[in-house]
């Protein structure tokens, strides 16, 4: 399959897309700006500004969204005001980076060091209480996270690892039973990543212009190229969820090259995704 252009390049580290019928459609980041970009049905694209950074959302069940920002966590109210919580960590050199929320409506986002430090990361649940809870550590880049159909696997990749893992997950035990899902040479940057209904993962793969398609078993059965090399994450979306689609990036490229990254991308992925699974606080 080949992804086409739905937008021109309007961000400068796209990431992090979910579709929701409560917000009326799709919603990204604009990672290093702190803004959040959605998706009109003409097309066009809005900007909201959130912080320093804007690492990842989810809807919220009343309405609104969670939104992760440099050091931890706003809260998007229904009238678009800002609730920041407190932050999770001091460092300045450390950020968040990606997460998604459990079938519980727990938010998980993990972080990264700015100079990707080996081992400096973390990744931090947040509670329907608003307790924020460090459940992983050693992290170099914590990216993608999704859970299967129903609910009892959890997909993750640490970047620097190469590989995407499989956790077991219940609501008292959190994730459990860490195991190798599928590796990936060592040219291979696992970044975001989602399920479908019929519980295969599609995994971006920064650097490398593909989306994969793997089998709950870990076999590789579809391939997505993208015209443009830095592909962030991926996600379902559409009427009938039946879309695919990818945000990617022009982060440290020089002016000229790869002159569609940052666009987003969209393809007919052949299967449904999962509903955007929400923030229960």
């Known amino acids: 399959m080949r992804a086409q252009q739905a937008t021109d390049p309007v961000a400068y580290h796209a990431e992090g897309p979910v579709w929701s019928d409560r917000w009326g459609g799709l919603r990204w980041v604009d990672m290093l700006a702190g803004d959040v970009l ?4 003409d097309g066009t694209v809005r900007r909201s500004h959130v912080g320093s950074v804007a690492a990842a959302l989810r809807p919220r069940r009343g309405g609104g969204a969670v939104i992760a920002v440099e050091r931890g966590v706003v809260l998007e109210e229904t009238d678009g005001s800002l609730t920041p919580l407190e932050p999770a960590w001091s460092d300045p050199a450390v950020r968040m980076n990606e997460g998604g929320c459990d079938p519980d409506g727990r938010f998980w986002c993990g972080s990264m060091a700015y ?49 995407v893992d499989v956790f077991d997950y219940d609501r008292d035990a959190g994730l459990t039973g860490r195991r190798p899902f599928v590796r990936l040479p060592e040219d291979g940057h696992p970044d975001g990543l989602t399920v479908d209904a019929d519980g295969g993962v599609w995994v971006a793969l920064f ?16 391939v997505v190229e993208v015209p443009a090399a830095q592909v962030t994450a991926c996600t379902f979306g559409g009427p009938r969820l039946d879309r695919l689609f990818i945000t990617t990036s022009r982060e440290g490229l020089d002016p000229g090259d790869d002159p569609l990254a940052s666009s987003l991308f969209v393809v007919d992925a052949g299967v449904v995704g999962l509903p955007a699974r929400e923030f229960a606080g």
């Open 115 to 163: 100079d990707q430090r080996q081992g400096a990361a973390a990744l931090y649940r947040l509670d329907a209480d608003r307790s924020v809870h460090r459940v992983l550590d050693g992290v170099t880049v914590s990216n993608g996270l999704d859970w299967s159909p129903d609910g009892s696997l959890a997909y993750y990749d640490d970047t620097a690892t190469h590989r």
């Open 207 to 222: 650097g490398s212009g593909v989306v994969h398609r793997y089998t709950p078993a870990g076999r590789l059965d579809d």
């Open 38 to 41: 959605s998706l009109a049905e």
